[in-house]
């Protein structure tokens, strides 16, 4: 396999491409990935035909076009109000906990700490804690500080159950960043103050980047959280809006449904694909040592 | 603004390790001392506690006549280069070369006017616009080394600047460094582990090993002179052979007795220490062991051995043989014809010996001052460079692009 085929990309970058061998092996690796993809698209393929058809059910079939469904959602207040809740809420954890993971993970990564290690595998330990484990004595506090039914404090709990997971993504891309380039500028005659925001925050902001991206989408996601610590209907966030959609009459407008499901889905699919762009790309200190 | 830097007994301890003990040098102003030693040997530990990224665990260094113990990099007004270079990745070349003035408060103008002094010194005008990543190995070292040359600082220390770039580029740097040092003449600190840096560029080289300095000499003093078996055996290539030797006195004359010969000390050669009478370590450098028939007549020693293994260099060829039950490597002639197996004679000038003591390994011989000039000269054709020049010539580097040593230019 030491054929290559050179082939001119944007501008005077080459890029060279091995052949491809297509090998037995290759080919069932391909039929199981196609195999475990249907699983996953199967789903997400009934939604989008459902969501266009004038009388879904259960099933997947080809869809009889209509677009009453999405006028139907969009003419609703309570799907717009948890859109807005989703927000708020995905928003002000993600605020939260980037700011104080970056604070954190800085010390972690750079500082002589006595009794590190085994911090840093608590904070790994609990960023495996399955969060309905703890909802109860949540929600009991929540009552005793009368914090409950409001957007911001829900936020808090959610912040609090992502930080240890963004520490430890945070410390990782750190960790990146050569300890050199700040012994470098400290000799240059910088301030610590000059050598975090000139120097380290600019490299950190892929790994910022990620670990706010990461920390939204599960958040847009949350359901647990949020359904036990707030209950008016104007601070359901989507999630809980779906989970409503399902039972709320004894009946299930599969249509509407899947048109929710489809519009809240939206965002994470936009902030994945830029993720998956800072995943592959922007992971880059070439040049800076050997 | 030249200044001299002093250690003055500096110790540097982690935790149950000595990486660096009781460290006394001066490096004086405008001199380009080079420190040298295998690696662990607290070489790089010296070099960060000059530049303030470690704290000495005792002692003191000054930088003029300032205590900087406890005095932050930032404000040591030293420059460093690193191996690795350490450029900002997310900046341009230009913001690079200018970060260290700006930090320190430059006015525009000037930045942009030393920026562009630096550059055409380095010759880097037209990458100016260009991220590190876009730069090849060499242009990354210039920038790294323009970086420090913008700032004009009290100290240049350099962290094995040259192993990441090859060979070639690396015999060119060199020179370059070199040559800037001459032009600015700032006091500078090199440390590497690479003895033909260390001997082609260094005023003077600070030879350490297990974080105690072991010796601090002019190259060719310290090539001529070692002042123990480690000094002996770490400069110089391929290495000293050493074999072991009997000091035994007979009216009045000292003599040592080693693969088999005795020999009577050199006139003017004495011993510094030590009974004239007990074992000793006797090293020969493979230069100094020669073919009998291409040797001069200053070798008056004879020995026979057995080839093992010829190495060809091309304008020499080095030898390993067996002698006394000892391996010894000598430096044999081009096209010499010689076979493993073959039975050889060596010759070998007693004057070039060095005795070491057997247990401590210090040397115990002081040789009248002319004497290595002489055997230099009367060697003749075999050594018609300095030392230095001999040497780096060894490593296979093109004459015509050597720096030129200062031995040369003061002969």
Known sequence: ?290 | MLSEVRFDGVHKIFGAETAVEDLNLTVNAGEFLVLVGPSGCGKTTTLRMLAGLERPSYGRILIGDKLVNNVSPRFRDVAMVFQSYALYPHMNVYDNLAFGMRARGASKDLVAQRVKETADVLGLGKLLKRRPSELSGGQRQRVALGRALIRQPQVFLMDEPLSNLDAGLRVQMRAELSRLHQRFRVTTVYVTHDQVEAMTMGDRIAVMNNGRLQQVDAPETLYDNPANVFVAGFIGSPRMNFVPGRLASSDGRTSVAFLGITTPLGTGSRLTAGASDGEVTVGIRPEDLMWRPAAGPDCTLTLSADVDVVEPMGHEAYVTALCAGETVTSRFPPRSGVRPQERVDLALNPARLHLFDAQSGITILQRPPAAGAETLRSVGEARTNDSAGGRSERHGQPEARRVPSRTEEIS
């Not at chain 1, 789903?43 to 076009?65: E, G, H, T």
């Not at chain 1, 469904?69 to 954890?93: M, P």
């Not at chain 1, 992971?283 to 050997?290: D, P, Q, R, S």
């Open chain 1, 1 to 290: 396999m030491s054929a290559v085929q050179a082939r001119p990309l944007a501008g005077d970058k080459l890029i060279v491409v091995p052949y491809r061998k297509v090998s037995a092996a290759a080919m069932a690796t391909n039929l199981v990935l196609i195999l475990l993809g249907c699983f996953f698209l199967l789903p997400m393929l009934w939604m989008v035909f459902a969501s266009i058809d004038s009388n879904p059910d259960w099933a997947i079939r080809i869809p009889s076009p209509t677009l009453a469904n999405f006028a139907d959602v969009l003419g609703r207040a309570d799907a717009l109000s948890s859109f807005r809740s989703s927000l708020i809420l995905a928003g002000t954890t993600t605020v939260l906990t980037t700011l104080l993971a970056l604070l954190s993970a800085y010390p972690l990564s750079r500082m002589h700490i006595p009794f590190k290690r085994p911090f840093m595998l608590v904070i790994l330990f609990a960023s495996g804690l399955p969060v309905s484990m703890l909802v109860v004595p949540v929600y009991q506090m929540y009552v005793y500080l009368g914090w409950l039914d409001s957007l911001y404090t829900t936020a808090l709990f959610l912040a609090a159950s992502s930080l240890p997971f963004a520490i430890w993504l945070m410390k990782n891309f750190i960790d990146a960043v050569p300890v050199e380039l700040e012994h470098a500028a400290a000799i240059d005659g910088a301030s610590t103050f000059r050598i975090l925001r000139e120097v380290v925050l600019p490299l950190t902001v892929p790994g910022t980047a990620v670990t706010a991206i990461y920390t939204f989408i599960n958040a847009w996601g949350a359901f647990i959280i949020p359904f036990v610590l707030t209950y008016s209907p104007d601070n359901q966030p989507g999630p809980v809006e779906i989970y409503n959609f399902m039972g709320s009459h004894g009946l299930f407008k599969f249509g509407d449904l899947a048109v929710f499901s489809l519009l809240f889905s939206v965002p994470v699919i936009v902030l994945y694909l830029f993720m998956s762009r800072y995943f592959s790309g922007a992971f880059n200190f070439g040049g800076a040592v050997k």
